[in-house]
């Protein structure tokens, strides 16, 4: 089935820019902790791991292929898959409120930065088989549909 899915690619961004997109992401409550058990959980190709959030922002600052969830209050979550050109964004264990805000969150971030620093980005909305050209299968991807 296929999930809502937010990707941005970055061209010519340094690496503040996966730290933007988290600071973003953070001023409208998410978390890198899952709020029932306090721990920051990644994906990899082996499937789900215990990591840190210093882990996960080296990762990501280091441009190294990655993927987190990141937790409302609430315990709903969206997962973060990133690579050298990119980020993608799982929107499918959110509800439509919060699927808003992080869309919101980004395009109205993704503007102040364009006007600020004149570095492009493109973003895209939509469903995963409509992103890629099919149902996502990247490593880190969730499969699982609430």
């Known amino acids: 089935m296929s999930k809502l899915v937010v990707k941005i690619t970055s061209v010519g961004v340094s690496a ?8 973003w992401l953070a001023s409208i409550g998410l978390s890198f902790r899952n ?26 600052r280091h441009r190294q292929t990655g993927s987190v969830q990141m937790w409302f209050a ?14 993608v964004v799982f929107l499918d264990g959110t509800t439509v409120k919060e699927r808003a805000a992080v869309i919101h969150a980004l395009i109205d ?14 973003m895209c909305v939509g469903t995963d ?10 490593p880190g991807s969730r499969t699982s549909e609430r």
Do not use: C
């Open 129 to 138: 088989d409509e992103v890629f050209g099919e149902p996502a299968t990247k």
């Open 74 to 87: 609430s315990g709903n979550d969206i997962n973060l898959s990133w690579a050298a050109d990119g980020m």
């Open 35 to 60: 709020p029932s058990v306090n721990a920051v959980t990644a994906w990899t190709d082996d499937g789900q791991i215990t990591t840190t959030v210093e882990t996960v922002v080296e990762s990501a």
């Open 109 to 122: 971030n993704l503007m102040t930065v364009y006007a600020q620093f004149r570095e492009s980005w493109h």
């Open 16 to 23: 503040r820019g996966f730290d933007m997109v988290f600071d």
